[in-house]
DNA sequence: CATATTTATGCTCTAATTGAGTATAAATAT
DNA sequence: ATATTTATACTCAATTAGAGCATAAATATG
């Protein structure tokens, strides 16, 4: 172990909140704002995209990884995070603008972080965005996304074709099979990586061209790459989130980080649709979440609703101590 | 970003081999200790205890880091890993001894790799090791083992009592139960990291000692602390292995990296056993695995069993390709 | 050889959970 | 007043989980 093999930390945080059933993260709009970058993306080595709060870990002060990410996300956005996880490090060669520009290797350490839109006033030069503004096929509360048939499957599909190897294409066959299967039933909602591997490898993700791969094209127009390109790897690290949230709300109850102190049956359940970004069966859902002892009534009705008011509950901190507890089982609809 | 930020990252791998129902990890055995000799090894700061198969990050020479360990294991071990994913990154100041000789600060990716033993002929400076060895109190199968009520308990008891703080007592107290619950429906066999991260902070680790922590007593006596150590932060790593191992065995089809070609189904469940620690009902695992679509019947017979002889079976390997296959679900015994 | 022991395998029974509805209640909108 | 919307209670069938009983097919033992 000596100089050469020095590389820097840069930590990345996904910070979600869910407002009104849009699932959000923050995240720094547009062309990066420092000269480096900016020279790399006028020599046309980088795009525009969004960047995920991130920041140099300093060894030299802080004492843990997540401590210097706690940090970092302070300083920068002014605001102190409650739930953080450590999702995955990235250190691919050439996903990093500054290492292009010849500095030094970027290991970019992901971290999920769950909080309140408005518990958190945030600078300007950083805004809540949707998830599925930088992964539309994502989303399917409102039925299959027509994009996944009308773009993706096309595109993949000459994607298989092209390598001479049968046995490649064998493989590219059943990666996206897995990954966007013809058949609704077969979807898996924790594959968000997966699937967006998938797309950056076939080079349907802008941020493969930038990397170096060939723009493509449908029936001979040039079309854009689906969902909002990010900087570096940060959309990697978005899937990863989105993945690892998806899968955690159904064993641990890490939904109640997201909610206000108190809420109705019907809001944490818009909560959950948002993030697993499909419809739940109502009444299921009510079963579940009453028999599991996370929540209790408030006594509280929600007043100005359309229908029926609803009952407000509140989370049951005491489950975290008394128990590791399970998450919101599901059961969907639609 | 600059150069007081650099670091060096260690590439650790937990490679898992199950043999016999004797769950496995490949490691450099370290200095033989006994307990006299831990402490005066703790104040100084030299190595005490066994080691992962670990190697720095070359960023010059390894595209991603996966592939840095990859290359690290097979150049310093001698085999090519199969299956392999990414763990968790540490990062804490002060858990690596050239980092306390004024080195540079030493971050560690630890990896999980799922091998068979007879597959790997290892170089003399490694050994097969019991993964219980490091963490006896992982192993229920022969029931709860007698140490957590004769030595842990009692000395987290006094952990617990010794801040003057209430509210600090009551949260370390809230902790012991989540990881040492009094009765064995309680225990939670997936925590490992939690359980080990809770007697390291309260002293009852080696490496505690070694990174500063005082030594304990129990009635009077100086008592080894439980566990054979590992050196800088590898037991942390080794602890998020096992704990990741006994989660993902439970939804996806993991388990048979770890398998010959052809078992049986007893086999198939001691190997399950060894990682959870825990004994499971024999007729619902033949039952799950047998209706999973997991495996065929090959036709063989096991020969040369007490008796009588089982039918051999195999993994369909074809699932991994047809669809995202669960895992070995399992209900319990004992 | 007869019988105990060991392991494999098939089957049953009950309780709990899941998935999909139907039905009714309590509010607002027209 | 009536339609619409949302909340909430309840039902029913299918599946799964947890536990155990029973029988089969081998070896070990006297």
């Known amino acids: 172990m000596n100089d050469t093999n020095s590389v820097v930390i840069d930590l990345g945080a996904v910070i979600v909140a869910v407002t009104d059933g849009r699932p959000l993260t923050l995240a720094r709009q547009g062309p990066a704002i420092d000269a480096a970058e900016a020279r790399s993306i006028a ?32 300083r920068r956005i002014g605001v102190n995070l409650g739930y953080v996880e450590q999702l995955y490090t990235f250190g691919d060669r050439g996903r990093h603008p500054r290492e292009r520009e010849g500095g030094p290797r970027v290991i970019s350490v992901g971290y999920l972080a769950l909080t309140r839109e408005t518990q958190m006033p945030v600078p300007e030069s950083t805004a809540w965005r949707q998830w599925y503004d930088y992964f539309p096929w994502e989303d399917w509360r409102e039925g299959r996304p027509p994009m996944i048939d009308r773009l993706i499957l096309p595109l993949l599909k000459e994607w298989i074709a092209a390598p001479k190897s049968p046995a490649e294409r064998a493989r590219r066959q059943d990666r996206a099979t897995i990954c966007f299967p013809e058949d609704n039933g077969g979807w898996d909602e924790e594959i968000v990586l997966e699937r967006f591997e998938l ?33 570096s790897d940060h ?62 009534s408030t006594g509280e009705i929600e007043p100005q609703t359309r229908g029926r008011p609803a009952a407000k509950f509140r989370f049951r901190r005491e489950v975290l101590r008394e128990r590791l507890a399970a998450g919101v089982r599901i059961s969907g609809s639609r």
Not at 46 to 57: Q, T, V
Not at 200 to 223: C, H, I, S, W
Not at 236 to 257: C, D, H, N, Q
């Open 199 to 231: 797309l950056y490898e076939a080079g349907l993700a802008a941020e493969a061209q930038r990397d170096g791969a060939a723009t493509f094209a449908l029936d001979g127009q040039a079309v854009p790459p689906p969902g909002t390109p990010m900087m």
């Open 235 to 296: 959309r990697r690290i978005l899937a990863t989130a989105m993945g690892r949230l998806r899968a955690k709300l159904k064993y641990r109850p890490v939904v109640f980080e997201l909610m206000p102190e108190s809420f109705t049956l019907l809001q944490l359940q818009r909560t959950v649709e948002a993030i697993l970004g499909s419809n739940l069966h109502k009444q299921n859902f009510r079963r579940l979440v009453e028999n599991s002892g996370l929540v209790e």
């Open 43 to 74: 020599r046309g080595f980088d795009i525009a995209g969004d960047a995920l709060p991130s920041g140099a870990f300093d060894p030299t002060r802080h004492r843990t990884l997540e401590l210097g990410l706690r940090e970092t996300v302070s």
